[in-house]
């Protein structure tokens, strides 16, 4: 997984069947989504959001619930609407000093304080300095999780 290799290339290389190469993905990703969840920010906390392309990736012929919610993209094709929009995914992101970080999805298009709070309460530890860019929806978060908040009146 670390070296980005297929699934057949990883059943290959470890001499195990397909199905046996799936099954030990899903278990060590479920299990670092496990350790994600424990993770607790303390100290000086830089928090972000970094948006992605909401992707339906996947065989939906066969499913009988599901219905694509917008016109398919062709490969290589960006989302048709510039800038934020609910083509794009948000996922807010912490670090702290000592290299924890933690991140989760958040929802799709602008970030509200709402989700914020949402995500990092009781993720961050009381009286955490947290560092973020000028983010309106941080401030209610410092605020409800007892943080001193620092932004940043530079963004690059």
Known sequence: MLDQKTLKQSS????????????????????????????????????DETFFNVSFKGNHKRSHDFTMPRKAHKRGNDVHAKGLSSEKVCVPCAVNDTGISYAKPGKLGKISSDCIT???????????????????????????????????????
């Not at 670092?32 to 830089?46: H, M, P, Q, R």
Request: with cysteine; aromatic share 6%.
């Open 12 to 47: 290959e290389e470890c001499n195990i069947s397909m199905a046996t190469a799936f099954t030990w993905r899903h278990k060590i990703l479920d299990t670092l989504s496990e350790l994600t969840e424990k993770a607790y920010l303390t100290g000086v906390v830089e928090a």
């Open 118 to 156: 949402a995500i990092f309460k009781n993720k961050i530890a009381p009286h955490a300095i947290l560092c973020t860019d000028k983010e309106r929806a941080y401030m209610d978060l410092a605020v409800v999780s007892g943080l001193n908040l620092i932004q940043d009146s530079d963004e690059h």
